[in-house]
């Protein structure tokens, strides 16, 4: 079988030294390009079998139907979520496949690492013990111990945060389309969510249903001092809602990893430059928000498997007539579609 050639978008410095370490053998041959695939930079695809790309990569239906008259075979996401791809409209004209878990740890743990982060100041004592300034005012906090956390999202990421937040003595109730049985979690109605928790973290995909879940409605119903986690997709959020509601001191933090315009700016260097997004700005610029920009996937352990599992996921679509992390419109509304994963789902 001919070399499978690879045209690799997005790709950052980290990406690069992961694929290359995974395939140090050279039996792919990739194309690294910097440019996120769009239908402009759809043509740098021509010639090669597979494109792989990330979250911010615009997989739409024209770029669909380009890739597709190119003769490119399968659209490998290096990523778990799919919501950048028409996978509605690319049935039955190109396959995509998905890493759909490398590190639920990596996510979980930033999860964590952001809420202590936010709740205990150390955003706020880093900067000034730096500046040799050890005093305490303003940095109170509280204790998570015995605190109500309302997870909504039980699949991988959201489970191993719930068993974090058990180990932190936390009680914790969840929502989820489609509750695990027998997995000793409390599930309550979305509105409980609401109104119980004093803190509310999303580890749910983003779908049409559920975009702006969070919103000025259902900031009502919540807890005042409520903190808020998302490290899911920005737009489960709706962000200008969002400012309202600290502004209002009804959201007591806010931390958020990803953010509903994030693929403007997020990724890139923007420090000597003026952002133009007001509302990320008013985010930024307030004591009680902290944001990184879609960093909680990334550690050595999740990019090695981010990797092999690609790797696996395209050996496993040219090699054999299996597809077993493959993506289409049916299995992602049937969330176990047995049939879909035997075979290739078109
Ligand atoms: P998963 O597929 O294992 O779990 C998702 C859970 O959400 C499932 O239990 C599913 O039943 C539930 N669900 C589906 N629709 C829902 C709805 N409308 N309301 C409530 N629950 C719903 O996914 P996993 O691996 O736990 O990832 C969760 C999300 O985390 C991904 O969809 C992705 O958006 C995000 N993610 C973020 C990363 C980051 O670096 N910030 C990295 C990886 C994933």
């Given at each position: 079988?001919?070399?499978?050639?690879?045209?690799f978008?997005?790709?950052?410095?980290?990406?690069?030294?992961?694929?290359?370490?995974?395939?140090?053998?050279?039996?792919?041959?990739?194309?690294f390009?910097?440019?996120?695939?769009?239908?402009d930079?759809?043509?740098?695809?021509?010639?090669?079998?597979?494109v792989?790309?990330f979250?911010?990569?615009?997989?739409?239906k024209?770029?669909?139907?380009?890739?597709?008259?190119?003769?490119?075979?399968l659209?490998?996401?290096?990523?778990?979520?799919?919501n950048?791809?028409?996978?509605?409209?690319a049935?039955e004209?190109?396959?995509?496949?998905?890493?759909p878990?490398y590190?639920?740890?990596?996510?979980?743990?930033?999860?964590?690492?952001?809420?202590?982060?936010?709740?205990?100041?150390?955003?706020?004592?880093?900067?000034?013990?730096?500046?040799?300034?050890?005093?305490?005012n303003?940095?109170?906090?509280?204790?998570?111990?015995?605190?109500?956390?309302?997870?909504?999202?039980?699949?991988?990421?959201?489970?191993?945060f719930?068993?974090?937040?058990?180990?932190?003595?936390?009680?914790?109730?969840a929502?989820?389309?489609?509750?695990?049985?027998?997995?000793?979690?409390?599930?309550?109605?979305?509105?409980?969510?609401?109104?119980?928790?004093?803190?509310?973290?999303?580890?749910?995909?983003?779908t049409?249903?559920?975009?702006?879940?969070?919103?000025?409605?259902?900031?009502e119903?919540?807890k005042?001092?409520?903190?808020i986690?998302?490290t899911?997709?920005?737009?489960?959020?709706?962000?200008?809602?969002l400012?309202?509601g600290i502004?209002?001191?009804?959201?007591?933090?806010?931390?958020?990893?990803v953010y509903e315009?994030?693929?403007n700016v997020?990724?890139?260097?923007?420090?000597?430059?003026i952002?133009?997004?007001?509302?990320?700005?008013?985010?930024?610029s307030m004591p009680?928000?902290?944001?990184?920009?879609?960093?909680?996937?990334?550690?050595?352990?999740a990019?090695?498997?981010?990797?092999d599992?690609?790797?696996?996921?395209?050996?496993?679509?040219?090699e054999?007539?299996?597809?077993s992390?493959?993506?289409?419109?049916?299995?992602?509304?049937?969330?176990?579609?047995?049939?879909?994963?035997?075979?290739?789902?078109?």
């Amino acid at each position: 079988m001919e070399t499978i050639k690879i045209a690799f978008f997005d790709a950052k410095e980290y990406d690069r030294s992961s694929f290359i370490n995974s395939n140090s053998n050279g039996e792919f041959k990739i194309k690294f390009y910097e440019t996120r695939l769009s239908e402009d930079t759809c043509p740098l695809a021509e010639g090669f079998d597979v494109v792989c790309v990330f979250v911010n990569d615009d997989v739409n239906k024209a770029v669909i139907d380009k890739l597709k008259d190119m003769g490119v075979k399968l659209i490998a996401l290096r990523c778990a979520g799919y919501n950048n791809v028409d996978i509605e409209y690319a049935y039955e004209k190109i396959h995509v496949v998905r890493v759909p878990a490398y590190s639920p740890y990596a996510v979980a743990e930033h999860a964590m690492a952001l809420l202590l982060t936010s709740i205990r100041r150390i955003h706020k004592a880093y900067i000034r013990t730096k500046d040799f300034n050890f005093s305490l005012n303003g940095l109170t906090g509280f204790d998570l111990h015995g605190k109500t956390v309302g997870v909504i999202g039980t699949g991988k990421i959201g489970r191993i945060f719930i068993d974090i937040c058990r180990g932190f003595g936390m009680k914790i109730i969840a929502y989820d389309k489609f509750p695990a049985a027998d997995s000793g979690i409390e599930y309550v109605s979305l509105d409980e969510i609401w109104e119980r928790s004093d803190i509310i973290s999303l580890h749910c995909p983003l779908t049409a249903e559920n975009k702006h879940m969070i919103n000025a409605e259902t900031m009502e119903k919540m807890k005042k001092g409520v903190v808020i986690i998302n490290t899911s997709r920005g737009a489960l959020i709706d962000s200008e809602a969002l400012v309202e509601g600290i502004k209002a001191r009804k959201i007591g933090a806010a931390c958020l990893d990803v953010y509903e315009e994030e693929s403007n700016v997020f990724f890139h260097d923007y420090s000597n430059h003026i952002v133009n997004d007001d509302t990320l700005a008013r985010l930024i610029s307030m004591p009680n928000v902290i944001v990184t920009s879609h960093q909680a996937f990334l550690t050595n352990e999740a990019l090695k498997n981010i990797a092999d599992t690609t790797f696996d996921n395209i050996r496993e679509f040219f090699e054999r007539d299996t597809c077993s992390n493959e993506i289409c419109y049916k299995c992602a509304n049937l969330a176990n579609c047995n049939q879909a994963h035997e075979k290739k789902c078109f």
